[in-house]
């Protein structure tokens, strides 16, 4: 059984983001090779973490990190806008109904045959949140590669601008829109996997920063 808890960083303490910060690290920083902050050698946190930012973490029974995404207001300060506005034909999307989908991060330690199982559960959670929340949009940043799996999933989803190199990678911002059939639509595409009721929690979860 995978649990999602949808989180924030109100306080101070919690262990359950520090299992996402370390994973992040493992993931963007020592496989990927990102030039993005560490902290104590430990933790991948940047700017964009703070008291705004919202997280959907999987967790497995026993608590360990399986997958994690960072969902930021585009209200304020965001990854597209700040540091990647030109991956846009026009102005980066903003509005009290736009979230910014960030940090999509699958644990290493997933067997193979897992991967695709919690991907696509935190990919439900994702639309989830936006229905129950009242997000009509969500906007990215993506390597090509992660872009083409994204367009697949069945949703409405489309480029904001053309592909762009950087630091090697050919980046794409991209916007999905999330409305009332959009489940439908990921499980006409084979995604959408929601996890049990109960288990579905959105907790004010407080937590540590390094």
């Known amino acids: 059984m995978v649990q999602v808890l949808d989180t924030t960083l109100r306080n101070a303490g919690d262990p359950t983001l520090n299992l996402m910060f370390a994973a992040r690290k493992s993931v963007f920083v020592d496989l990927l090779r990102w030039n993005v902050p560490?902290?104590?050698g430990r933790h991948e946190i940047d700017q964009f973490d703070d008291d705004h930012a919202r997280y959907l973490i999987a967790l497995s029974d026993d608590g360990r990190h399986l997958a994690s995404a960072r969902l930021l207001?585009?209200?304020r300060p965001h990854i597209l806008d700040t540091l990647f506005p030109n991956l846009c034909e026009g102005t980066p999307p903003?509005?009290?109904d736009i979230m910014e989908i960030t940090r999509f991060c699958l644990d290493r330690s997933l067997r193979a045959v897992d991967r695709r199982r919690v991907r696509d559960q935190l990919v439900t959670a994702i639309v989830k949140h936006a229905l129950q929340n009242g997000v009509a949009t969500y906007t990215g940043v993506a390597e090509m590669g992660w872009f083409q799996q994204v367009l697949s999933f069945g949703w409405d989803c489309r480029p904001l601008g053309l592909p762009t190199e950087h630091e090697g990678a050919m980046l794409c911002a991209l916007r999905i829109?999330?409305?009332?059939d959009t489940p439908s639509c990921l499980t006409a595409a084979g995604i959408w996997s929601p996890v049990a009721a109960p288990d579905f929690q959105e907790r004010r979860a407080s937590g540590a920063r390094g």
């Open 38 to 40: 560490v902290r104590d």
């Open 73 to 75: 207001p585009t209200t």
């Open 94 to 96: 903003r509005g009290p």
């Open 177 to 180: 829109a999330v409305e009332a």
